[in-house]
């Protein structure tokens, strides 16, 4: 083989390799830049709750990463008003853990899935489930 072609392939794969890691945003915190896109999502889950629990919340960010057409959000819920979270009885929760899978279809972001106080650890396997998610959303 000629060094030209070693040069050539080598690039080809470097360029190739750059290209395929997807950028990871981290929205723990708002900023000017992340602003619109986080409050939008946060505002997604928020009314999703709010349908199944008739309150309104508020959220302590605790893993908020965006990549690609993929957000992978955790933390914990609180009620706007302040008060302490009303739950049925009659079902077991686990107060107070939030987490969701957002996806982009089509330009807009909608909740793959989520789970508020479940008592089990539902995303286990959520990455299988999604494999186009890039892995490095999930990771503190």
Not at 33 to 41: F, I, K, P, Q
Not at 106 to 122: L, P, R
Request: proline share 2%.
């Amino acid at each position: 083989m000629s060094r030209k072609f070693i040069y050539i392939f080598i690039s080809i794969f470097i360029t190739v390799s750059l290209t395929s890691q997807q950028t990871i945003q981290n929205y723990k915190t708002k900023s000017k830049t992340n602003e619109v896109e986080r409050t939008y999502l946060l505002d997604l889950l928020r009314a999703r709750m709010s349908n199944e629990f008739k309150q309104e919340f508020i959220f302590v960010v605790e893993h908020f990463k965006v990549a690609g057409d993929y957000a992978w959000f955790r933390g914990t819920a609180k009620r706007k008003d302040g008060k302490d979270i009303e739950l049925p009885e009659d079902i077991p929760y686990d107060c107070c853990h939030v987490e969701a899978l957002y996806k982009k279809v089509n330009g807009k972001w909608q909740i793959s899935e989520s789970a508020a106080f479940s008592t089990d650890v539902w995303w286990d396997g959520i990455q299988q489930r999604y494999p186009k998610a890039s892995k490095d959303i999930f990771i503190d």
